[in-house]
C-alpha cells in the first residue's frame, strides 16, 4: 500500500513541487523585471534630469555669452565716454586757462613800423610761392594827419660872436635834429550863451516898443549842461574805448567836472534814440536794399526788462554789408531772444545772400539764399584735434598781411596727420583759394572759384564718408555739421560777392564783446537799444574810413536842427561827400562849434 501510494502521491507531489518551483522562478523574474523596469524609468528620470540641465547650462552659456557681450560693448562706450569726458575737460581747460580761439602758429600784428626803410617791394622764392615782404611804413606816412609845429633853437645873443675873432656870426640856416609827438591834455570851459536884444528907440519916444534878439543855437537837451562835444566825448569813450560810466565819472572829476554816471547814462540815452536813431533807420533802409548781409548774435544781459528775470539771457543782433562794392553797413539790434522771430522781423524784405553760422533760426528766413561759414566748420574740425599737436596746426587766412605756404594737395592720403587735422586742412585748402581771388572784381571772382574750387569740395565729402568716427566724439560732432550744412557750405560758390566765411560779422560781434567784458550788463531796455545804436554808427564810421569822435560830434551838432529832415539826414549819412569832407581827418572840434556851424544844404 505504501509504495502504492508513493507511485501515486509522489508524481503529485514532483508536480507541485515543481509548480511552486516554477512560480517561484515566475515570481522572482516577475520581481527582477520590475525592478529592471524601475531601474530603466530611473535612468530615463536621470536621462531627462540630465538633458534639462544640459539644456539650463547652454541657456547660462549664453546668458553668460550674452552678458559678456554687453559688457564688451559697455566696456567700449565707457571708453569712448572717457575720451569725450577728458576731450570736453581739455577744452574747458582751454577755454578757461588758455587761448579760446583758433590761431595759427605765427602772430600776425597790424601794428606799424616806425623805422624808415625803403619803399621797394622784394620777393624771395620759398617753396612753390613767392612771398612779399610788407614795406615798412615811414613816419611822415604814419602822422600824415597831424598838424606840424616846429621849435627854432636860436643860438642865445652872447653866443652869436665868433669865438676866433669876436666877429657877429650870420645865420646859415636850420638842421632837423628830432621829431617827438606832443599832446595837450582835455580842457573843460564853462560856455554862457548871452542873447544880445535890440530895442528901436524911436519906437519907445512914440510909446510903442520893438525889440528884436539874436537867434542861439538849439539845446541838444533842454535845462542841460550837455553840449554836441561832450556828449559825443561820453559816447566815444563807452561804446569805442569801452569805458564804463562808472569810470567815466572818475575821469571826468579829474577834469574838474562832477559827472554822475547816472546824468551821463541819460545824455547816452536820451540823445542816442532821439538824435542818432534816425541815421540808424536810414541805414537799415540801405541795409536791406543790398544783395549780400551777414549776420550772427551774441548774448548780453539787461538786468529790468519786463517780464524777465535779472540773471535771463538776452542777445545782440549784428548785421552788416558784404564785399558788394557799395558804402558798407554795420547794424546792432538789441533782442529779448534769440528765436526766429527776431533776424525775420529785421530782414524783412530782404532777398538775397544772408551769410551766417549754422543756427537753425536763419533757416527759417523765406527768400534768402543761407551761406554757411566754412570758418565755423574748420573751428569743429580744429577742436577735434589733440591738444599737444593743436598748437603746431597752421591756419590759413583770408585777410592777413602774412605769406603762407600752399597747402599740400594729398592731404587725405597723408598718414601723419590725424582725421581732424585732414580736416583742418581740407579747409586751409579753400582759404588759401580765396585769398588768392579777394582783391577780383565779383565776376572773376565767381569764375575763378568754379574752376578750382569744386574739385576741393568733391574731395572733401567723399573723405568724410570713409569716416567712421567714435560716437559723441568731436570728431564725430564735426563730421556731422559738415554733413548738415553740406549744401549751405557751397552756396557761398554761386555769387562771387559772397565771402567763404562769416568773419567779418565775427569780428564785429567782438566789437561788442570787448565792451560788455568791462560794463557787464546793461541796465534798462532803453540802455541796450541806445548801446546799439550807438555802437552802429561806430563801427559803421570805422568801416567807411571815417573819424569816429568826429562824427559823433557832428551828428550831434546838426541833427537837433534836421532829426525831422529826410534830406538832412541823408547828408548826415557816413558815406555823404558833407561827412567825407568833415569826419576824414583828425580829430578838431575848435572850428565848428553849435555858434558858428551854419546849414545844411538841403
Given amino acids: 500500500m505504501t509504495k502504492l501510494f508513493l507511485r501515486l502521491v509522489a508524481p503529485c507531489l514532483f508536480f507541485l513541487y515543481n509548480s511552486t518551483q516554477k512560480k517561484g522562478r515566475r515570481k522572482a523574474r516577475m520581481q527582477e523585471l520590475d525592478q529592471t523596469q524601475e531601474l530603466i524609468q530611473m535612468l530615463k528620470e536621470r536621462l531627462n534630469e540630465k538633458d534639462e540641465t544640459i539644456a539650463t547650462l547652454q541657456a547660462t552659456i549664453k546668458n553668460l555669452e550674452a552678458t559678456v557681450k554687453m559688457l564688451q560693448e559697455n566696456a567700449v562706450d565707457l571708453k569712448a565716454t572717457i575720451a569725450n569726458l577728458t576731450e570736453t575737460l581739455n577744452e574747458f581747460k582751454r577755454k578757461f586757462f588758455g587761448i579760446s580761439s583758433e590761431k595759427s602758429k605765427k602772430k600776425q600784428t597790424d601794428e606799424p613800423v616806425c623805422e624808415e626803410a625803403s619803399e621797394q617791394e622784394s620777393g624771395i622764392p620759398v617753396k612753390e610761392h613767392t612771398r612779399t615782404r610788407k614795406k615798412k611804413a615811414k613816419r611822415d606816412d604814419l602822422y600824415a594827419l597831424l598838424p606840424i609845429e616846429e621849435v627854432l633853437c636860436d643860438v642865445p645873443q652872447q653866443e652869436r660872436l665868433c669865438p676866433d675873432c669876436g666877429a657877429e656870426m650870420e645865420h646859415m640856416g636850420y638842421t632837423f635834429i628830432r621829431e617827438e609827438l606832443r599832446i595837450t591834455p582835455a580842457k573843460i570851459v564853462r560856455v554862457r550863451y548871452m542873447q544880445e536884444k535890440l530895442i528901436c528907440p ?111 539771457k538776452s542777445y545782440m543782433w549784428v548785421y552788416l554789408s558784404g564785399t558788394d562794392g557799395e558804402p558798407k553797413i554795420v547794424l546792432y539790434d538789441y533782442c529779448s531772444g534769440r528765436g526766429g522771430d527776431h533776424p525775420i522781423k529785421f530782414l524783412a524784405g530782404f532777398t538775397g545772400m544772408l551769410q551766417c553760422d549754422g543756427y537753425s533760426a536763419y533757416g527759417r528766413i523765406e527768400d534768402v539764399v543761407l551761406a554757411c561759414c566754412l570758418a565755423h566748420c574748420r573751428r569743429k574740425f580744429f577742436e577735434a584735434i589733440p591738444a599737444e599737436r593743436r598748437k603746431k596746426q597752421k591756419l590759413l587766412d583770408i585777410n592777413s598781411e602774412q605769406a603762407q605756404e600752399k597747402p599740400d594737395d594729398k592731404t587725405a592720403s597723408n598718414e601723419k596727420l590725424s582725421a581732424a587735422q585732414k580736416g583742418v586742412e581740407f579747409c586751409n585748402r579753400l582759404f588759401y583759394e580765396e585769398r588768392l581771388y579777394k582783391d577780383l ?162
Avoid at 533842454?222 to 569813450?237: C, F, K, L, N
Avoid at 578750382?452 to 567712421?468: C, D, G, K, N, V
Avoid at 553740406?486 to 567763404?500: A, F, H, P, S, V
Avoid at 564810421?541 to 569822435?549: D, E, H, P, S
Wanted: hydrophobic letters at 35%.
Fill in 202 to 312: 524911436v519906437c519907445r519916444e512914440e510909446d510903442d516898443t520893438t525889440i528884436t534878439q539874436a537867434k542861439t543855437p538849439t539845446a541838444l537837451m533842454p535845462h542841460s549842461p550837455a553840449s554836441p562835444d561832450m556828449v559825443a566825448m561820453v559816447m566815444y569813450q563807452k561804446s569805442f574805448l569801452h569805458l564804463p560810466f562808472y569810470r567815466q565819472e572818475k575821469d571826468w572829476k579829474e577834469k574838474g567836472v562832477p559827472l554822475p554816471r547816472e546824468t551821463a547814462a541819460n545824455w547816452y540815452n536820451t540823445c542816442a534814440l532821439e538824435y542818432l536813431l534816425p541815421i540808424y533807420q536810414a541805414m537799415h533802409v540801405e541795409l536791406i536794399s543790398r544783395s549780400v548781409i551777414h549776420a550772427d548774435e551774441v548774448p548780453c544781459q539787461v538786468l529790468h526788462e519786463e517780464g524777465k528775470a535779472a540773471t535771463s
Fill in 441 to 602: 572784381p565779383a565776376d572773376e571772382r565767381k569764375q575763378k572759384r568754379l574752376e578750382t574750387q569744386p574739385r576741393i569740395w568733391e574731395e572733401f565729402w567723399s573723405w568724410l564718408e570713409t569716416l567712421s568716427p567714435t560716437g559723441g566724439s568731436k570728431l564725430e560732432k564735426a563730421v556731422n555739421y559738415a554733413f548738415n550744412h553740406k549744401e549751405t557750405l557751397m552756396n557761398y560758390l554761386q555769387d562771387g560777392r559772397c565771402e567763404i566765411s562769416n568773419n567779418a560779422a565775427e569780428r564785429r560781434v567782438k566789437s561788442y564783446v570787448m565792451g560788455r567784458k568791462n560794463f557787464l550788463f546793461h541796465n534798462t531796455v532803453d540802455g541796450a537799444r541806445a548801446s546799439a545804436t550807438v555802437l552802429s554808427l561806430i563801427e559803421t564810421a570805422k568801416a567807411n574810413n571815417l573819424n569816429v569822435y568826429q562824427y559823433l560830434y557832428t551828428l550831434l551838432l546838426y541833427m537837433p536842427d534836421y532829426k525831422d529832415e529826410p534830406a538832412g539826414i541823408e547828408q548826415l549819412m557816413p558815406w555823404s561827400d558833407f561827412i567825407k569832407e568833415k569826419c576824414s581827418g583828425v580829430t578838431d572840434t575848435s572850428i565848428e562849434k553849435p555858434e558858428n556851424r551854419g546849414n545844411l544844404s538841403i
